[in-house]
C-alpha cells in the first residue's frame, strides 16, 4: 500500500451525463474525504466518511453529488446530470482517526464538455 | 462550520528572503492547523502542522504561529530557495472532523 490511490484520473464527459470516480484509501485509515478543487483555489470540503459512516456533507453539495463507502474501505463519488460548472479536480484523502494529516491522492480530473 | 481565510493570495521575494502566509478562522473549537504544499499539477503534501495546545513550531527552515485568542495563524519561511515557489494551503479543523482550507497563497521564489 503506497498511498491514497484515484481512478480514473482523467474523465471528460459531456454535458448531463453520470460519472463516478472511486478513491481507495491508506488501508489503515478509517476517515476518507472528498474534496473539489478549481484552479487557483484551495480544496473545497465535499463529504467525509468514518468508516461507513458518511458524518458531514457540505451544504454547497448539490442532490446530483452522492458519496458511498459501503464496506469502510473504498469510496465512490458519483455525480449525476453534469453540469460544465461541475468541471474540476475531485481530490480523496484519509486519515487515521482524530486530529492528524490528511494524505491526498493525486486526483481525478473532471472535464464536461 | 469553519471558515478559514488566507492572505495574501500571492507573494513574490528575493531567494534568501523569508515569507510570511497568514490565516484566520472562525470557530474557536478548532483544535489542528496543517499547512499544506501544493505544487503544479501534484497532491497537496503536508509540510507542518500545529495542535490548539501549543503556540510555536519550527522544522528547519518552516515555523508556524498559533494566536488562538485571535483565531490566527501563521507560516514563516526562511532563508526561502526557488524550490520553495509553490502555493500553500492552510486548514483548521476540530479533530479531523471536517478539514477546511484556505483559498492558497502562490509564493514565487525569484532566484
Known sequence: DTGVSQDPRHKITKRGQNVTFRCDP????????????????????????????????SRLLSDRFSAERPKGSFSTLEIQRTEQGDS????????????????????????VL | GENV?????????QEGDSAVIKCTYSDSASNYFPWYKQELGKRPQLIIDIRSNVGEKKDQRIAVTLNKTA?????????????????????????????????????????
Open chain 1, 26 to 57: 491508506i488501508s489503515e485509515h478509517n476517515r476518507l474525504y472528498w474534496y473539489r478543487q478549481t484552479l487557483g483555489q484551495g480544496p473545497e470540503f465535499l463529504t467525509y466518511f468514518q468508516n461507513e459512516a458518511q458524518l458531514e456533507k
Open chain 1, 88 to 111: 474540476a479536480m475531485y481530490l480523496c484523502a484519509s486519515s487515521a482517526r482524530g486530529a492528524g494529516e490528511l494524505f491526498f491522492g493525486e486526483g481525478s480530473r473532471l472535464t
Open chain 2, 5 to 13: 481565510e488566507q492572505h495574501p493570495s500571492t507573494l513574490s521575494v
Open chain 2, 71 to 111: 483565531k490566527h495563524f501563521s507560516l514563516h519561511i526562511t532563508e526561502t530557495q526557488p524550490e520553495d515557489s509553490a502555493v500553500y494551503f492552510c486548514a483548521a479543523t476540530y479533530n479531523n472532523n471536517d478539514m477546511r482550507f484556505g483559498a492558497g497563497t502562490r509564493l514565487t521564489v525569484k532566484p
